[in-house]
């Protein structure tokens, strides 16, 4: 279907813009992006490759990303005091991205689904089956982390001479097709046609630097949530590329070890994106995951 509005959603009441694809009475697939990542983010290839293997599939932009609410009244996010303990400054945390999206579920008419997360997409995913759990089917966190202190830490040397992202709209496809080749997959070609297409789309549809910032710092006050994983008892999915940049393998590895009974899969290659090769591969494992799941709840 075309892309749509969710109102009122969650405790908040906000807009949610979503796109649904696939058979409603196929299994539903939620899949959720990371910090400053649009629904656009998950390459509609790819959703297709999940459709062609009996799921339906639903992608949207978090709050603060695209043509969702942005909180644009709300205080600037200051990393520095966060780091320190000084937790003003965030207006939300994952628990509120969590909700968010049972909100969107509600708006659905979804009672139970099968999230999959990417970066912090996979931490939004880690919360809701640990504050929502009676909504979720199957878990699959992708290039994420728990929040424990030394796992899943970026390399930041690699990035730092991005410099922050420019205003004018050639110059910004210029920005992140740069920053996306840095956080790219060594193992497969990176499409670069491809990265600034998309990179012109996330301009158009609302690219929002305080946004991201906001959403990074939610991650930072949310804090560690390895123990709370321990009590996951869904069907859990880790995918982690073994060259990821932006979420060193760690993370997955600390996930895995969180979730009882969760199945590690370690893509050699693979960094901190999706490319174009991996996809049947991808929506095979993942589709896999979701139809056992199925009937393992059933």
Same mark, same amino acid.
């Given at each position: 279907?075309?892309?749509?509005t969710?109102?009122?959603?969650?405790?908040?009441g906000?807009?949610?813009?979503?796109?649904?694809f696939?058979?409603p009475?196929?299994?539903?697939?939620?899949?959720i992006?990371?910090?400053?990542?649009?629904?656009i983010?998950w390459?509609e290839?790819f959703?297709?490759?999940l459709v062609g293997?009996g799921v339906?599939v639903i992608?949207?932009?978090?709050r603060?990303a695209?043509r969702?609410?942005h909180?644009?009244?709300?205080?600037?996010?200051?990393?520095?005091?966060a780091l320190?303990?000084?937790?003003?400054?965030?207006?939300?945390?994952?628990a509120?991205l969590a909700?968010?999206?049972?909100?969107?579920?509600?708006?659905?008419?979804?009672t139970?689904?099968?999230?999959?997360?990417?970066s912090?997409?996979?931490?939004?995913?880690?919360?809701?089956?640990?504050?929502?759990a009676e909504?979720?089917?199957?878990?699959?966190?992708?290039?994420?982390t728990?929040?424990?202190?030394?796992?899943?830490e970026?390399?930041?040397s690699?990035?730092a001479a991005?410099?922050?992202?420019p205003?004018d709209?050639e110059?910004?496809i210029e920005?992140?097709?740069?920053?996306?080749r840095? $956080? &790219?997959? /060594?193992?497969?070609a990176?499409d670069?046609?491809? !990265?600034a297409?998309? *990179?012109?789309?996330?301009? =158009?549809?609302?690219y929002?630097?305080?946004?991201?910032?906001?959403?990074g710092?939610?991650?930072?006050a949310?804090?560690?949530?390895?123990?709370?994983?321990?009590g996951?008892?869904v069907?859990t999915?880790v995918?982690?590329? $073994? &060259?990821? /940049?932006?979420c060193d393998?760690?993370?997955?590895? !600390?996930?895995?070890? *969180?979730?009882?009974?969760? =199945?590690?899969?370690?893509?050699?290659?693979?960094g901190?994106?999706?490319?174009h090769?991996?996809?049947?591969?991808?929506?095979?494992?993942?589709?896999?995951?979701?139809?056992h799941?199925?009937?393992?709840?059933?």
């Open positions: 279907m075309a892309e749509a969710a109102h009122n959603v969650g405790p908040p906000i807009e949610i813009a979503y796109e649904r696939g058979d009475d196929a299994p539903a697939v939620l899949l992006t990371g910090a400053g990542a649009q629904l983010n390459p290839g959703c297709q490759a293997r339906q992608r949207f932009d978090n603060d695209g969702s609410t909180l644009h009244d709300a205080p600037v996010p200051d990393f520095a005091a320190s303990g000084d937790l003003s400054s965030a207006s939300y945390t994952l509120d909700a968010d999206s049972v909100g969107l579920l509600d708006a659905l008419g979804l139970g689904v099968h999230l999959v997360g990417s912090m997409g996979g931490m939004i995913a880690q919360m809701i089956a640990i504050e929502h909504r979720v089917r199957s878990l699959t966190s992708m290039m994420s728990t929040g424990e202190p030394g796992m899943g970026a390399d930041f690699l990035f991005l410099g922050p992202p205003q709209r110059d910004f920005w992140q097709v740069r920053a996306l840095l $956080a &790219a997959s /060594p193992g497969f990176f670069a046609t491809a !990265a297409e998309r *990179a012109g789309q996330v301009f =158009d549809r609302g929002d630097v305080l946004g991201m910032q906001r959403q710092l939610a991650v930072v949310t804090g560690d949530r390895t123990e709370r994983l321990r996951v008892r069907p999915l995918v982690h590329g $073994a &060259a990821d /940049p932006v393998i760690s993370g997955g590895r !600390a996930t895995a070890g *969180a979730v009882p009974n969760a =199945d590690l899969w370690i893509v050699e290659g693979m901190h994106n999706l490319p090769e991996l996809w049947p591969q991808l929506a095979a494992r993942i589709a896999e995951h979701v139809h799941a199925e009937t393992v709840t059933a």
